[in-house]
C-alpha cells in the first residue's frame, strides 16, 4: 500500500472526504471515457460513472488492497456496465463513433489524414467485435490495464483474455488485409 | 498490417472528454461509510490461551495409554503363543497317550469283567480254605464221636444172671467214603479212617487192602480193644489219573457181622497246567 491511490484509499475508509474526492479527481476521467466508449452515449456514461463511484464509496470497507485500487474500480465499473447492458434493449443500443467526439489536438495517429483514416477503420472494426472480446479490447488496450487486471476485473483466467485479444487481432487483421473499403 | 501495428495503433485511442460539472458531482456525490469501530483487544481467557496446549497434550496421554495397553495386549498374546508352541512340541506323545487311552477305553469293560471275577474267585478261595480247615477238624470229631459210642456201648447194662455173655467185637468207621475234592495230578493225597470198636471183645484188624497201586495203606493199628479207637492211614497217589476216580479200600476184621468193610475214596484230578490260579 504504498502507491498515494492506496494511502487516498485508507484515509477515504476513515472517512476523510478530502481523500475520497481525490480519487474522485484522479480516476474518474479515465473511468467516464471507458465507459463512454462502451455505452456509446454520453449521458448514460456520465450516470454509470457517478454509479460507479457510488458503489465504490459503499464497498471501500471491504476493499483489502489485494489488487490496485484502479483495478478493483474498474471492477466496480465493469458489474455496473453489465447491470445496465442487461437493462437496455438491444435495438436501444447505439453504436456510435465515439472517436469522433475526441479532440482534434490528440497525437498521432491524427496528425496525418492517412493515418486518422486507418485508425478509425481499425475503432469501427472493434466495435463490430462480439461483446466480450470487445470489452477485452477496451480494458487491455484502450485503458492500458494489463493482462492480470483485465483478467480479474472480467473475472475469467488469464489465458482467456490472451484467448480473446488472439481473436481480436485475427479478426482486425483479415479485416485489414481486404481491398479497402469504408466500414461503416 | 501486422499485429505490432495494430496494438499501438489501439493503445493510443483517444480518450472521450467528460461533460463539464461531472467532477463536482461526483464529488458531491460521496457518501462514505462511518469508519469501522476499533476492536477492543480483550485478552481470551486463560483455559482459550491454554487450550491447544492442553489438547495436544490430551491427545499424547491418550497415545500413550492406547499404547500401553497394546504392548500390555502383545506381550500376554505373546506368552499364550509361547505356550501353545510348547503344548505343539508335545504333541506327538499327546496323540500317543490318547491312541493308548483309547484303546484302554475300549478294553474297560473286560477289564471290569475279569476284575469282578478275579474278586469273586478270592472269594471263593477263601471260603474254600475256610472249608478246609472246617474239614480237618471233623476227622476228630468223628473219633470223637466213635470213642464215646464205644464207651457208651462199654458202660452198658450188664446182662441179666443166667443170660449168656456173648463177647464180640464191633467195628465202626468214622465213615466210609472219603472225598478229596479236586487234586493235582503231583500232589499225593493221603487219609486217615478212625475206627473204633464199639464190641465187648477186642477187635482185630487182619488186612487193609487196595483195589490198585495208586492206593496204598500205611501201618494201621491190628488191634483195638472194646471202647477204644484204632487208624488206618491211606495215601493216594493220583499221578497216573484225570478227572473223577474212585478207588476202594476193603478191610478185613474179626468183627462177625461185618467181617468185611469196603471204604471208597474219591477224587477230581486235573493236570497242573490245567489248575486255575
Not at chain 1, 452515449?41 to 485500487?69: H, M
Not at chain 2, 500413550?64 to 504333541?91: K, Y
Request: with cysteine.
Amino acid at each position: 500500500m504504498s502507491d498515494p491511490a492506496s494511502r487516498l484509499c485508507e484515509l477515504a475508509r476513515n472517512g476523510d472526504r478530502e481523500a475520497a474526492g481525490e480519487l474522485v479527481s484522479l480516476f474518474y476521467e479515465r473511468l467516464y471515457a471507458w465507459l463512454r466508449r462502451l455505452t456509446g452515449n454520453e449521458d448514460d456514461a456520465a450516470d454509470l460513472t457517478q454509479k460507479t463511484f457510488a458503489r465504490a464509496w459503499v464497498a471501500l470497507a471491504s476493499w483489502q488492497g489485494r489488487s490496485s485500487f484502479s483495478t478493483w474500480l474498474h471492477g466496480i465499473g465493469h458489474h455496473v456496465y453489465v447491470d445496465w447492458r442487461r437493462a437496455q434493449p438491444p435495438a436501444a443500443l447505439p453504436l456510435d463513433d465515439w472517436w469522433t467526439h475526441c479532440p482534434d489536438d490528440a497525437p498521432d495517429p491524427f496528425e496525418k489524414a492517412a493515418g486518422r483514416d486507418l485508425a478509425e477503420r481499425l475503432f469501427a472494426h472493434v466495435e463490430r467485435l462480439d461483446e466480450d472480446t470487445r470489452q477485452t479490447v477496451h480494458l487491455h488496450y484502450y485503458q492500458g490495464l494489463s493482462l492480470a487486471e483485465t483478467a480479474e476485473v472480467l473475472d475469467v483466467a488469464t489465458s482467456t483474455v490472451k484467448y480473446r485479444l488472439r481473436q481480436a487481432l485475427d479478426f482486425l487483421k483479415t479485416r485489414f488485409a481486404e481491398p479497402k473499403t469504408h466500414v461503416r | 498490417m501486422n499485429d505490432l501495428q495494430l496494438e499501438q495503433l489501439l493503445r493510443q485511442a483517444p480518450a472521450p472528454q467528460p461533460l463539464a460539472g461531472l467532477k463536482e458531482q461526483l464529488k458531491t456525490g460521496i457518501r462514505l461509510a462511518a469508519p469501522p469501530p476499533e476492536r477492543i483487544a480483550t485478552a481470551p481467557p486463560l483455559w482459550r490461551r491454554w487450550f491447544p496446549a492442553l489438547s495436544f497434550s490430551l491427545l499424547v496421554l491418550g497415545c500413550l495409554v492406547a499404547l500401553a495397553v497394546q504392548t500390555s495386549q502383545m506381550r500376554e498374546l505373546r506368552r499364550e503363543n509361547d505356550s501353545l508352541r510348547a503344548a505343539t512340541a508335545d504333541m506327538e506323545e499327546l496323540r500317543r497317550d490318547r491312541a493308548e487311552f483309547v484303546r484302554l477305553r475300549v478294553a474297560a469293560p473286560d477289564l471290569e469283567l475279569a476284575k469282578k471275577e478275579h474278586n469273586e474267585l478270592l472269594k471263593l478261595r477263601g471260603e474254600v480254605s475256610q472249608l478246609r480247615t472246617a474239614a480237618q477238624v471233623i476227622p476228630g470229631l468223628r473219633a470223637e464221636n466213635l470213642r464215646l459210642q464205644a464207651l457208651t456201648a462199654s458202660a452198658a447194662p450188664a446182662p441179666a444172671p443166667g443170660a449168656t455173655l456173648r463177647t464180640v467185637p464191633a467195628i465202626r468207621f468214622s465213615e466210609t467214603n472219603w472225598d478229596f475234592g479236586q487234586v493235582i495230578s503231583t500232589e499225593p493225597q493221603s487219609h486217615v479212617f478212625v475206627v473204633a470198636n464199639v464190641g465187648n471183645a477186642e477187635l482185630e484188624i487182619l488186612e487193609v487192602k487196595t483195589s490198585c497201586g495208586c492206593t496204598t495203606a500205611g501201618a494201621w493199628d491190628r488191634r483195638v480193644a472194646p471202647g477204644k479207637t484204632g487208624m488206618i492211614p491211606i495215601v493216594f497217589n493220583p499221578s497216573k489219573f484225570t478227572g473223577p476216580v474212585t478207588k476202594v479200600v476193603t478191610v478185613t476184621s474179626n468183627d462177625p457181622e461185618t467181617p468185611v468193610q469196603k471204604l471208597l475214596i474219591q477224587a477230581e484230578i486235573s493236570r497242573p497246567n490245567d489248575a486255575q490260579p
